[in-house]
């Protein structure tokens, strides 16, 4: 008998989820996450749906909803994932969405803690936040967490630490320091201009204002197009990568319906190793 593929088995258990509610065909045959006024995005979207049996008939559901529901189902297939890697990348990890906005979601995490006394002079002074802005404001829409670790795990191996040194270590728990931030990960339903902006400038201002270790910084999308992917996943020094929830149904699609200029778009892209299908995000947070 042939042993199951985990990730293979959790990408179809992704798909299968997206298709119960957010990715679905309306009654003139759109699919959900095509631009309804993009010929091109409508034959890119239904080739990708069909190719993951989509079956469910209904309206387009708002914007909100079906990219609260995306945030859900990519939270789920991370943590299901990641959490399997333990002998790749051990530790006390947290993977959640965030909810609600927390617009200081990130103060809760070592490397960004001091975004809260820079958030409270900021309401006591007019001035200073006019000045600041929402620079250093970031919500993520999932996080990676690692929890700090205790002597006798560090230990564990061998007498490494005690009171004499590593008094400032991040991870070690008796320094009283708060959990670290390993990942934030936006998801994108779909992108336009302004999306892509809001993205870049997330990752910016994670980079911009971390004190200590760069988390990762990724996106997830399902955004059909590679034109308006290549708006977020072309250019390197704010986002990790782009990660597309159905990237071997697109490049299927793309050869099926002959677009070879998009075909090539996508290719660059791929071959750059600036956009990667969902199922390589597990292995690359394990870095």
Known sequence: MTALVQFYEARKAFHASLLEATLTINSNGVVSNADSSNTTSKAIAKGIAELLKAETIGERIAGQTSGNQFEDVCASFVKETFSQLGHLRPGAWDIHQVSGRNRLEIARYAQYAHLVALDRAAKNDAELAA???????????IVVVRDTETDEAINAPALLINDSVSKLANLRKKNGGLPLLHAS???KWTIRSDRAQNARSEALNLIRNRKGRLPHVVVVTAEPTPSRLASIALGTGDIDCVYHFALYELQETLANLGLSDATDLLAVM????????????PLDLAV
């Open 131 to 141: 000045a600041l802005g929402s620079d250093y404001t970031i919500t993520p829409d």
């Open 185 to 187: 990960i936006s998801c």
């Open 270 to 281: 791929v071959n750059g190793n600036r956009l990667k299908d969902i199922s390589d995000l």
